[in-house]
């Protein structure tokens, strides 16, 4: 069963054109954050989404919630579109679908106690579990993250990144969630802590039958905790499918070059000097035409210029949008 | 000959900070050969960017040396007056790579003028009869920045993150520098952009034989690009040996987890989590520091501080039982 489906999520920014722009009469620039976008998650399935940043992997979690309103394309939880749901069915979706935001600090209300900031959902969402047993709920889970009760009447400074991280996971889970947003849960924290809490997500997965969507720019996270991977280039999935089969080969020439460019831990006695992608990522208020990636690609043609490649069929459980896929 | 070029010996920092004493650095001992790439890793607090700022002598006023000593070719840094140190050595015979690109070019001036500087005042010598504008072009050219001479006219702004990186890599390099202390260049980059600075630094170091001590916090970056490693744990330098070594064949309890925590290959096995959390520089466990978190940990190690034990490969570790480290992998 899907519990989430994306079809041709479009989404653009509008920058604010400045007096000279007026002057001459042009509209704003559009940035084209994210476009054509499809995918979807199986329940129980971690899906991530890598890319660089400014690739739109952020603005994909952020419109997959509905925080922010898409341009274009449908999104259906449980094969019910967002756009057609009654308010009480929305409401029913925002309970449970959770979001693990990327700032950890500035996610949690410096002015509360952690023990109001997890009671806050309770607040928001009446009627999910009976008001006296609330706070026996906060504090089974803040035991499940890992945290003392002690912790409840704290306010967030006091705690480190790496708690901090687990107040923003007792949140999530507060109303029991089937899907969790997880956007670069482990960016910022040292390794030790980084490790913790990715053993930590895996356990709360198995144990509440989670699904994921996990954002993340750290491919061997990603290849550790996924069990499928969207490679995102210039707001487009280049490529879709298995993580360990796109990981072992990859299909489109940049997710080649991007998994080419981890710097894999090795442990060889001669240094090793890989071969590097060149250029940078063009802007997205002027991507460049037909294949977003050409200018970059060692292996493109002159058809790459001019055609946009579509996301198709490799085979079985792969999608690639390339011309001359590898 | 003494291809020396840096010694540090017993150095000791403190912070002060509303009458809280924090051990920032403790008994450090390194040395660093001609040519040579230090790897410097440990997690945040543990005392690495304090080492290269101290090397630089940038260290915040509430930083106090309380003991030991720098040598740079054999003089002892901490002696020297800050008007000489400033104009010999500084930014001159020992250069600085900041981990933050965006913050570490002045924004209102262009980027031609920040590099000339810098040419003019410290790097004279080395363009001898040569025009100051074309020695700018070319080191940037060098940098691997297309279209060098129109960008030098561009304000930082104008720049994006690697290309302002190889900005400050050329202001590093045009001075031909014995020593460059690189704190955490690539981590505020994407992976391949990262990717494109390691290797253009891989072919630096080859062309100016420069040692260099490069101070990060991710494993996989250090165990491509340094010959040597040095890991620190709260303030302490608890491993120093050879790249191959350190991780094949860890000797320090630290050093054995820290490697087992990175996401391997296979999504069957646990990553192994270091319990507990770094401790707090103002109250440090007795013994060991890494006593309260160590799975090797026995009676000795919460009452005596180890000393470095020198390792028949070659290296140094900070533990009482390192023949024990490894017999549980």
């Known amino acids: 069963m899907n519990i989430i489906e994306v079809r041709d999520l479009k989404k653009y920014f509008y920058k604010k054109s400045g007096l000279l722009y007026k002057l001459f009469g042009l509209g704003p620039q559009i940035i084209q954050a994210v476009s054509q976008v499809s995918f979807n998650i199986e329940k129980g399935n971690t899906m991530a989404l890598v890319g660089e940043s400014g690739c739109g992997k952020t603005t994909v979690a952020r419109l997959v919630l509905k925080l922010i309103e898409k341009e274009a394309g449908q999104i259906y939880f449980k094969g019910k579109a967002l756009d057609e749901m009654t308010e009480e069915e929305f409401r029913d979706y925002r309970e449970n679908a959770a979001f693990i935001a990327q700032d950890f600090r500035s996610s949690l209300n410096p002015r509360k106690l952690v023990g109001e900031i997890l009671a806050e959902p309770f607040r928001i969402h009446p009627g999910v579990i009976d008001k006296s047993k609330e706070e026996e709920r906060i504090k089974e889970i803040v035991n499940l993250v890992g945290l003392n009760e002690e912790a409840l009447l704290k306010f967030p400074h006091e705690f480190s990144g790496g708690q901090a991280r687990r107040i923003g996971v007792a949140r999530a889970l507060m109303l029991n969630p089937e899907f969790i947003v997880c956007d670069e849960p482990t960016s910022g924290l040292d390794l030790s802590i980084s490790a913790a809490i990715i053993n930590l997500m895996r356990d709360l997965k198995k144990e509440f039958d989670l699904t994921y969507l996990w954002i993340s720019h750290n491919l061997n996270v990603v290849r550790y905790i996924s069990d499928f991977v969207g490679v995102m280039y210039l707001g487009r999935i280049i490529e879709i499918g298995e993580t360990q089969d796109v990981f072992n080969n990859p299909s489109h020439p940049y997710s080649e070059a991007l998994i080419e460019s981890v710097p894999s831990f090795s442990r060889q006695k001669k240094k090793v000097q890989r071969k590097t992608l060149e250029g940078e990522v063009p802007s997205p208020i002027d991507p460049p035409p037909g294949c977003p990636f050409h200018p970059r690609c060692k292996y493109s043609q002159a058809k790459c210029k001019e055609v946009i490649p579509e996301l198709k069929t490799r085979n079985s459980e792969r999608l690639v949008a390339c011309h001359f896929p590898l | ?329």
Do not use: W
């Open chain 2, 1 to 329: 000959m003494d291809n020396k070029i840096l010694a540090v010996n017993k150095l000791k920092i403190i912070y002060k900070k509303r009458k809280q004493r924090f051990l920032a650095l403790d008994c450090i001992n390194l040395d660093l050969e001609k040519g040579e790439v230090l790897g410097v890793v440990g997690e945040s607090g543990s005392g690495k960017s304090t080492l290269g700022l101290s090397i630089m002598r940038l260290l915040p006023p509430q930083a106090r040396i309380k003991n030991g000593e720098i040598f740079f070719k054999g003089k002892n840094i901490c002696q020297i007056k800050e008007s000489k140190f400033n104009k010999e050595m500084r930014g001159k015979e020992i250069t600085y790579i900041p981990q933050n690109p965006q913050n570490s070019l002045n924004p209102v001036f262009k980027v031609g003028r920040q590099l000339k500087d810098i040419i003019r005042y410290r790097a004279k010598e080395n363009f001898k009869g040569k025009d100051i504008d074309q020695a700018a072009v070319e080191i940037m050219t060098k940098m691997g920045i297309a279209d060098a001479e129109k960008r030098l006219d561009e304000y930082p702004h104008q720049f994006s993150g690697g290309m302002k990186q190889r900005v400050l890599l050329s202001m590093a390099f045009v001075t031909n520098p014995t020593l460059l202390i690189a704190d955490e260049p690539t981590t505020a980059l994407d992976v391949t952009v990262e990717a494109q600075i390691l290797g253009l630094l891989a072919d630096l170091i080859k062309e100016y034989r420069s040692s260099i001590i490069y101070i990060t916090h991710d494993l996989g970056v250090v165990s491509e690009i340094a010959d040597r490693v040095a890991v620190f744990y709260a303030g302490r330098a608890i491993e120093i040996n050879d790249r191959y070594n350190i991780f094949n064949n860890p000797k320090h309890p630290y050093t054995e987890a820290l490697i087992r925590c990175l996401p391997g290959e296979s999504q069957d096995e646990k990553l192994t989590v270091i319990p507990g959390e770094i401790p707090d520089l103002s109250d440090l466990p007795s013994g060991c520091n890494f006593h309260p978190r160590c799975k090797y940990a026995k009676e000795k190690c919460k009452k005596e501080k180890p000393g470095l034990f020198e390792l028949e490969n070659g290296g140094q570790t900070a533990c009482f039982y390192h023949e024990e480290v490894g017999r549980y992998a």
